[in-house]
């Protein structure tokens, strides 16, 4: 299995201003992807990060709102932009080998006001 | 109708009980299939794994998955309070490039 830590692991921020979530697996992956999951809601897959290139976005998701970054297979970022209260969320980082499993991040708990 | 239904309960036993989870789906090309188990304000932690049909069991937790009638469940023998959790199924297909679809979760109160 992969241990998954992300940074920060809560954060209260402001309007208008962005965050950038931090994720790192302890072992080489092919795989990592970002979800949200809203107060008492199950998981959205925000988008796949991918080494070395564009992350693929979902439907209702759009790069320049949720940019992410992959530079190598242990590390991603996603950075949410001009944040509203509508993005309070919990953002979770996962990663997996295959299609069969996908460990998560413990998740970081946004507020915005 | 959603990719994948599960009733988000919440579901209250009595200690020792036995609990059954279950999810439906509809996208016959779902090969695989998850258990998360969620403690509050924690990530989810999978639980079990089958590939395809057939039960699996690992200590007091069984999963079976029937293809033919698209349903998925999770068994807990002996139940204990610290099972007190959200149980999220979770499905994907060989073409999903790794994408898991998830179910609504349920909550289950395991009372001592």
């Known amino acids: 299995s992969a241990v998954i830590s992300q940074k920060p692991s809560r954060d209260i921020c402001q309007r208008g201003t962005s965050l950038t979530i931090q994720c790192q697996v302890d072992?080489?992956?092919?795989?990592m992807f970002w979800y949200r999951q809203q107060p008492g809601q199950s998981l959205t897959l925000i988008a796949t990060a991918n080494q070395g290139s564009e992350a693929t976005y979902e439907s209702g998701f759009v790069i320049d709102k949720f940019p992410i970054s992959r530079p190598n297979l242990t590390f991603s970022t996603l950075t949410v932009s001009n944040m509203s209260p509508e993005d309070s969320s919990i953002y979770l980082c996962?990663?997996?080998?295959?299609?069969?499993?996908?460990?998560f991040g413990p998740g970081t708990r946004l507020t915005v006001l | 109708q959603k990719e994948v239904e599960q009733d988000p309960g919440p579901l209250s036993v009595p200690e020792g009980a036995i609990v059954s989870l279950n999810c439906t789906y509809s996208n016959s090309a779902f090969q695989y299939f998850m258990w998360y188990r969620q403690y509050s304000r924690k990530g989810p932690e999978l639980l079990m794994y089958?590939?395809?049909?057939g039960n699996k069991e690992d200590g007091r937790f069984t999963a079976q998955v029937d293809k033919s009638s698209k349903y998925i469940s999770l068994f807990i023998r002996d139940s204990q309070p610290s099972d007190s959790a959200t149980y999220l199924c979770?499905?994907?297909?060989?073409?999903?490039?790794?994408?898991?679809?998830f179910g609504q979760g349920t909550t289950l109160q395991v009372k001592p």
């Open positions: 089958t590939y395809s049909s």
């Open positions: 072992s080489q992956v092919t795989m």
């Open positions: 979770a499905m994907s297909a060989p073409s999903n490039t790794g994408k898991l679809i």
């Open positions: 996962s990663a997996g080998t295959g299609e069969d499993t996908q460990y």
